[in-house]
Each structure stands twice: as C-alpha cells, then as structure tokens.
C-alpha cells in the first residue's frame, strides 16, 4: 500500500499543480506526503524542486525541503541500474505523458527524467520543447538553460536570454535570476546593470537565495547600485538564512576577516568558525577547506568548537587557489569571488554537486 500511496498521491499533487496553473502550496503538500510514503519516489522529487525552484515562497510551509543531494542521490541510483528506461518511477512518467490527457506539468516532468537520469539530451529537449509550447514554464526555463550550455541543442545564448525573457514575463523566479545574469554580463543581450539589478530584485523579494546573493555582490562591489556594504551584509544575511552555502561562506568570511563598514568591527572567530561549519555541511567546498584549515593551525577557535571535523575529501583534491577567485599567503583563506551565479534548475550531476555557471 505504502508503494502505491507515493504514485497516487503525486498523480494528486500534478492534479492541483495543473488546476491552478502553476505550482502552488495544495501541490508542494501533496507531494510531501508523497515522499512521506516513499522518499525515494523521483517524479515527486523532481516536481517539488522544481516547484521551490520556481516559487521559492513555497517553502514557507513549515516542512524541511528535499535537498538538492537527496535528488542527486535518487537521480544516481535510477542511473545506475542497466535499463533506466525500464525503471518503475519512469514508466509511472511515461504513463503520464503518453496519456491522451497528458498536461504539460507531465511532460516537462518526463523530459527532466531523460535530461537527468539517461542523460538522454536529445530527447529531453524534445520533450520539454513540447511542455514549453504548451505553456510550462519550468520548461521553458529549461530549454533555455539546453540553449545557454548547448545540451541536445545547438548552443545560442541569445535565444536562451529570449526564453527567460518569455518565461520571466509569466513571473517565472528562476528565470529573472538567470535573465539577470545575462544582463549583468552582457550574455545574449546588451549589458545593462540597472536591469540585472531590477531582475535581481523582484527574484529576491520571492525569497530566492540566488538572487539574494547576486544582489549582495553588486552593492557590495556597487555595480549599479551605490556601494553600500552594510547593504550587501544584509542581503548575505537572508541568504544565508535560506541555507544557501555562499552566502553562508560569505558571512563566515566577514566575521573571519572583519570589516568595519559593513558593520562588523572586530573578527569573531568563533562566529566565523561556526559558520563556516554550517556552509560546509550545506556543500561549500570552500568552507571546507578554510575550516579545516582554522582546525589545524589553532585558528578562528574551530579546533576548540569542531574537534572532530575532518576537511572532505574533496577539498582535498581540489587545492585552494583552485577554488579560490583570491588567496590571501598569510593564511591561504579562501575569501568570496563575488562571482554571478545562475540557477541549473533541476540539473544535478551524478557527483550530486550542483553545477554552476
């Protein structure tokens, strides 16, 4: 009963996601419940990202969110067996999108199984092409990033920004995180600051880390913006509170380095440890490294704080000035590269470490 009940009950969830147009708190429930009944059950995984992918508000509803690792971790195990097309979880999508009263929701969910699981380029741009077309605007925002990094397709940054321009105008969150980007760096359209600003700020007014972050850099570097560090310090902060790991990093580094103008007037080194802890366990390989730095050479009190904690191992194998935009020689600290980020939507690796642009 328990392995039927996650099925149905997202059969349920696409049911209210269609209705109402859109992603939408009766949805985002229903498919919690169906992960409660089978937390490995993919469609209902890869629906509820994408959900909070493109209406972060969603997460609002008192319930811990699927981590982006928990979808690696179920999108790797599909992966791994020798026909992944014969998998139970795809031929429940299948069903769904081959039905006569197939809705887009259900096609774009079985175009990101092909994109993701088979690796199926190909054919998922032919699919999610088809759910686009029909109105779906997390495929449309996916077959813009195809377009963006030339996978299934042949790459055009120009029609990628086109894409999130259409998928933007529906109030689609993600893609004016990414539209943002291409303004601010001049990608498939004239560069424009004041715009990336603008975009950046009604993604994060929805609560997008992303765009909480991107906005943060710019008024901390005050690029199109006046530069405010108090401001940019701010930002980091919801950020961060979202659990996004740069943010995370980034507030640890403040409080590591210090900095007067944003406010923070003398090092904190066990606020910083504490936090660079807290971005590590989010993902920050960064902060993995800084920490386990702090631990072995007696500073910011981690060796006092974490005494167990060891640098991940692939901290290891990636060096510092590799992950580092700057290297300080005093102390081989990484610090924050301000770098713009894009949204890869529910494009995980098989590493289960989200890519990035």
């Known amino acids: 009963q328990t392995e039927m009940a996650a099925p149905q009950v997202t059969r349920a969830a696409l049911e209210a996601w269609e209705a109402a147009g859109a992603a939408n708190a009766q949805a985002a429930l229903l498919l919690r419940e169906a992960l409660d009944a089978d937390p490995r059950f ?40 020798a026909r992944p097309d014969r998998h139970p979880d795809w031929r429940f999508l299948e069903a769904l999108a081959s039905d006569a009263a197939a809705t887009p929701t259900h096609t774009f ?24 077309a029909a109105g779906s605007v997390e495929a449309t925002f996916n077959i813009a990033r195809c377009y963006f990094r030339g996978d299934g397709i042949e790459k055009d940054i120009a029609k990628a920004a086109e894409l999130y321009c259409h998928a933007v105008d529906a109030g689609d969150v993600s893609s004016m995180v990414n539209l943002g980007g291409c303004y601010e760096c001049g990608e498939g359209v ?53 659990g996004d790991p740069d ?6 580094v403040y409080y590591d380095r210090s900095d007067p103008a944003a406010g923070i007037a003398k090092r904190d080194a066990v606020a910083a440890a504490r936090l660079y802890e807290r971005a590590a366990a989010a993902g920050s390989v960064s902060a993995m ?11 910011c009190s981690a060796s006092m704080i974490y005494p167990k904690f060891e640098v991940h191992p692939v901290a290891v194998l990636l060096m510092p000035q590799q992950i580092c935009i700057h290297v300080f020689p005093a102390n081989i600290r990484c610090v924050p590269g301000n770098r713009r980020r894009c949204r890869e939507g529910l494009c995980c690796s098989r590493a289960m470490v989200p890519r990035r642009d």
């Not at 943010?247 to 640890?252: G, Q």
Request: hydrophobic share 50%.
């Open 289 to 299: 490294v800084n920490l386990g730095i702090c631990s072995k050479a007696g500073k």
């Open 247 to 252: 943010a995370l990093f980034t507030l640890a």
């Open 190 to 242: 004239e560069k424009d600051l004041s715009r990336a600003v603008a975009l950046y700020r009604s993604a994060a007014q929805e609560g997008d880390a992303y765009a909480l972050y991107n906005l943060a850099t710019l008024y901390q570097k005050g690029r199109g913006v006046p530069q405010d560090s108090a401001g940019a310090l701010a930002l980091y902060r919801r950020a961060a509170e979202a």
């Open 42 to 81: 993919l469609p209902a995984l890869l629906a509820l990202r994408s959900a909070f992918l493109h209406a972060p508000s969603l997460r609002d509803l008192g319930r811990p969110d699927p981590t982006p690792e928990a979808l690696g971790e179920a999108v790797a195990r599909a992966g791994r067996i």
């Open 109 to 132: 969910l079985a175009g990101m199984w092909l994109y993701l699981v088979e690796e199926d380029f190909t054919g998922a741009v032919a699919l999610l092409s088809k759910a686009a």
